[in-house]
Structure formats: structure tokens, C-alpha cells
């Protein structure tokens, strides 16, 4: 019998900080917590389906990185930390969701320079319920996004729990209606979502995503399925786009761990192709899920 339900656990959730399950509303961290001083600190968010972790190796990956961009080490080995996510998931019984983990420099006096002797790092880990009925029904229909200005810094390389531009440019999106707000640079290019990877596939079929580089975060799902279209002999090409070329895109689709290549329907309220989801996104979203053995 599994362990977990579809719901999750009957008793409430389970949250983990520094070595301890915690009911979820107990859980905490010291209010000189660098993460909640100054935003020192760094996350992953992978997904989970059927009690399963998703792109679990490429996500430790880009954590390790992003510590190591902050100078730190992982708090853990990753085969411990492996099984933390585990319990995580057992402990939730959530079968299908959404595990946030979160690395801070640890508790100290405030000072913008870190300490020379480095606290113990705070460790979290997090657990909910994806609404799959909402999921369902936006790669279904499509979801609308908004452009908003990219005021963000010249580190979006590195997955910082520092992210007030990115709400603040989702809750504008919001207000305009849109599921996601797709972030635009000075010179009129589109970066990414607020918090996913943006694509658009242009006339020819030929897929469009933006290169890598510190202006965006390196996706995890952008990656698999980069490698899933390169197996699948797709044509694609990692470029800038402007928002003008988006419009007149035939398709246009995020991707992210909350959801894999969720077709993009209308931008600033003008519709993209036909204004309906389009075979493209979809043969990705295939292709990826049998590349991260989604079933
Ligand atoms: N966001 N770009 C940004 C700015 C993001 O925050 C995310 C992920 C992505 C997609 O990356 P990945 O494919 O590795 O999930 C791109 C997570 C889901 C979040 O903040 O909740």
C-alpha cells in the first residue's frame, strides 16, 4: 500500500528545519535569520509525481551551484538530503506536489558582510498539494501573460530567495488578468517568466528559447527538455526574442517545475497563432515527460 494520498496527510503537513519534522504551523526559524535579514539565501522547488521527485540530479545541481555562487557548501551530502525529500514526501503522504527547499547562510548578528565564521546553515524543506484540476485546465486552455519591465538584478543566474521584482511584476500581471508575467529588458527582449522559462516556436516549427546567460534562471525544465527535443531531432534555437516577434509567434508556452510547457494563449490580451493551444507545446510537453519518466 503506498504511503501517501492524493489529498495528503489527514493530520496536517509536515515541514523539515535544521534536522526536525515539524507540523507546519510550528516550524521556524531565528528572526536573525539571514535569509529574513537579507534575503541571504537560496531555494530549489522540484516537482513530485506519484511519490516521486522529478529532475531530482539536475535540481541538487543547480542548488549546489547557487550556494557555491554565495560561497557556501551544500548543508548536507546529497544522498542524505535525498532521503529527507523522501521522508518528506512520506511524511506529507502527498503523491502528487510540490517540494520548496531552502538553503540560508544560517542565524548571526546583522551585518551586510557575512560572518568570517559561518553559522550553522539553515536548512528547510517544504511540502505541498499540486492542484492538478487547475493544471489540467491551463494546459488544456492556455494561460495569458502580461509584459512587465525587467527590474531585476545582474544575477538571475542564481536561484535567490530574493525575489520582490518577480512578484511584483506576477501580482501586476494578475491585475492585468494574466497567469504570468513574461519580464522584458531595456532593449525590448524578453528574459523570462517571473518564474518560469519563456518559448515561443516560430513559423517555420522552429523552436525559440532565450540563451543562457546571468539575465536568466538556467531552468531545470528548460534543460530536459532541450536534451528531449535534441534526441527528438527538433529544431531549436537558444536566442533573445522581442516581445514584437513573440506576437506574431505561432506558439508560445512556459516551462518550469510547477508545470512543463503550459501553452501561452495571449500576450497583452492579442492572441498568438489561432489563440488556442498548438501541437508544438504539446509534443514537447511529451517529449519532456518521457524524458523525466513522467507517466
Ligand atoms: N520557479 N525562471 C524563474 C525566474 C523561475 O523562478 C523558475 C522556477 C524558472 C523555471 O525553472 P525550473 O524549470 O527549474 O523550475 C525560470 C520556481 C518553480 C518557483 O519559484 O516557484
Same mark, same amino acid.
Given at each position: 500500500?503506498?504511503?501517501?494520498?492524493?489529498?495528503?496527510? /489527514?493530520?496536517?503537513?509536515?515541514? !523539515?528545519?535544521?534536522?526536525?519534522?515539524?507540523?507546519?504551523?510550528?516550524?521556524? +526559524?531565528?528572526?536573525?535569520?539571514?535569509?529574513?535579514?537579507?534575503?541571504?539565501?537560496? !531555494?530549489?522547488?522540484?516537482?513530485?509525481?506519484?511519490?516521486? /521527485?522529478?529532475?531530482?540530479?539536475?535540481? %541538487?545541481? *543547480?542548488?549546489?551551484?547557487? %550556494?557555491?555562487?554565495?560561497? &557556501?557548501?551544500?548543508?548536507?551530502? *546529497?544522498?542524505?538530503?535525498?532521503? +529527507? &525529500?523522501?521522508?518528506?514526501?512520506?511524511?506529507?503522504?502527498?503523491?502528487?506536489?510540490?517540494?520548496?527547499?531552502?538553503? @540560508?547562510?544560517?542565524?548571526?548578528? #546583522?551585518?551586510?558582510?557575512?560572518?568570517?565564521? /559561518?553559522?550553522?546553515?539553515? %536548512?528547510?524543506? @517544504?511540502?505541498?498539494?499540486?492542484?492538478?484540476?487547475?493544471?489540467?485546465?491551463?494546459?488544456?486552455?492556455?494561460?495569458?501573460?502580461?509584459?512587465?519591465?525587467? +527590474?531585476? $538584478?545582474?544575477?538571475?543566474?542564481?536561484?535567490?530567495?530574493?525575489?520582490?521584482?518577480?512578484?511584483?511584476?506576477?501580482?501586476?500581471?494578475?491585475?492585468?488578468?494574466? =497567469?504570468?508575467? $513574461?519580464?522584458?529588458?531595456?532593449?525590448?527582449?524578453?528574459?523570462?517568466?517571473?518564474?518560469?522559462?519563456? $518559448?515561443?516556436?516560430?513559423?517555420?516549427?522552429?523552436?525559440?528559447?532565450?540563451?543562457?546567460?546571468?539575465?536568466?534562471?538556467?531552468?531545470?525544465? #528548460?534543460?530536459? &527538455?532541450?536534451?528531449? &527535443?535534441?534526441?527528438?531531432?527538433?529544431?531549436?534555437?537558444?536566442?533573445? =526574442?522581442?516581445?514584437?516577434?513573440?506576437?506574431?509567434?505561432?506558439?508560445? =508556452?512556459?516551462?518550469?517545475?510547477?508545470?512543463?510547457?503550459?501553452?501561452?494563449?495571449?500576450?497583452?490580451?492579442?492572441?498568438?497563432?489561432?489563440?488556442?493551444?498548438?501541437?508544438?507545446?504539446? *509534443?514537447? #510537453?511529451?517529449?519532456?515527460?518521457?524524458?523525466?519518466?513522467?507517466?
Amino acid at each position: 500500500m503506498k504511503k501517501w494520498s492524493a489529498t495528503g496527510n /489527514p493530520t496536517g503537513r509536515i515541514a !523539515y528545519v535544521n534536522g526536525r519534522y515539524l507540523p507546519h504551523a510550528q516550524a521556524g +526559524v531565528h528572526i536573525e535569520d539571514r535569509a529574513l535579514q537579507l534575503g541571504d539565501g537560496i !531555494y530549489e522547488v522540484t516537482n513530485v509525481i506519484d511519490g516521486q /521527485p522529478i529532475d531530482e540530479e539536475p535540481h %541538487l545541481d *543547480r542548488m549546489e551551484r547557487s %550556494l557555491r555562487e554565495l560561497g &557556501m557548501d551544500m548543508p548536507m551530502g *546529497r544522498a542524505a538530503l535525498k532521503l +529527507v &525529500m523522501r521522508e518528506m514526501i512520506a511524511r506529507n503522504r502527498i503523491a502528487n506536489g510540490l517540494l520548496y527547499l531552502q538553503v @540560508t547562510r544560517g542565524a548571526a548578528r #546583522r551585518d551586510h558582510v557575512p560572518p568570517k565564521n /559561518p553559522p550553522r546553515p539553515t %536548512l528547510i524543506l @517544504t511540502m505541498r498539494a499540486q492542484d492538478m484540476a487547475a493544471l489540467a485546465v491551463r494546459m488544456e486552455k492556455g494561460i495569458a501573460v502580461s509584459t512587465q519591465p525587467d +527590474v531585476r $538584478w545582474g544575477r538571475c543566474d542564481i536561484k535567490t530567495v530574493q525575489l520582490l521584482p518577480n512578484l511584483l511584476a506576477k501580482q501586476a500581471a494578475k491585475q492585468a488578468g494574466a =497567469f504570468e508575467a $513574461w519580464l522584458v529588458d531595456d532593449d525590448g527582449y524578453v528574459t523570462e517568466g517571473g518564474s518560469t522559462n519563456a $518559448w515561443i516556436v516560430d513559423g517555420e516549427g522552429h523552436v525559440i528559447t532565450r540563451d543562457l546567460s546571468s539575465a536568466i534562471l538556467p531552468g531545470v525544465t #528548460r534543460k530536459i &527538455m532541450l536534451d528531449a &527535443m535534441a534526441a527528438a531531432q527538433v529544431k531549436v534555437v537558444e536566442r533573445k =526574442f522581442t516581445v514584437t516577434e513573440a506576437l506574431g509567434a505561432r506558439e508560445a =508556452f512556459i516551462s518550469s517545475a510547477t508545470g512543463a510547457a503550459v501553452p501561452v494563449v495571449t500576450i497583452d490580451g492579442k492572441p498568438i497563432g489561432d489563440g488556442r493551444p498548438g501541437p508544438v507545446t504539446r *509534443r514537447i #510537453r511529451d517529449l519532456y515527460a518521457e524524458k523525466a519518466g513522467i507517466k
